[in-house]
């Protein structure tokens, strides 16, 4: 069974910065993501990255101040928020799926493994 468990969440002022971590229990996850939830709405992508690293993929809402990055040695995704926003309050997902190729990364559907989730809370 593959664990994901993420780490970093906390409470920070509008324009501060936050480092989320997942560590995962398993090395052969392809594709590796963040979602995230606020209260009474959808969960949404957040930001993507292929096992390489060559490939990520961000959201409109966040690209240009959020960055992912994932280290295969130690099997770890981390997600680097900068220039936080009230409305990035939400609780964080990481995800992970076994296949190099999904129909698309920014489905929720498309990954096989999460954690429990990391509550982000950005005060205005």
């Known amino acids: 069974q593959v664990q994901l468990v993420e780490s970093g969440g906390g409470l920070v002022q509008a324009g501060g910065s936050l480092r989320l971590s997942c560590a995962a229990s398993a090395r052969t996850l392809y594709t590796m993501g963040w979602f995230r939830q606020a209260p009474g709405k959808e969960r949404e992508f957040v930001a993507a990255i292929r096992w390489t690293g060559s490939s990520t993929w961000y959201a409109d809402s966040v690209r240009g101040r959020f960055a992912i990055s994932r280290d295969n040695a130690k099997n770890t995704v981390s997600l680097q928020m900068n220039s936080l926003k009230p409305e990035d309050t939400a609780v964080y997902y990481c995800?992970?799926?076994?296949?190099?190729?999904?129909?698309?990364?920014?489905?929720?559907?498309?990954?096989?493994?999460w954690g429990q989730g990391t509550q982000v809370t950005v005060s205005s």
């Open positions: 995800a992970a799926d076994r296949r190099i190729y999904l129909t698309t990364t920014r489905s929720p559907s498309e990954y096989e493994y």
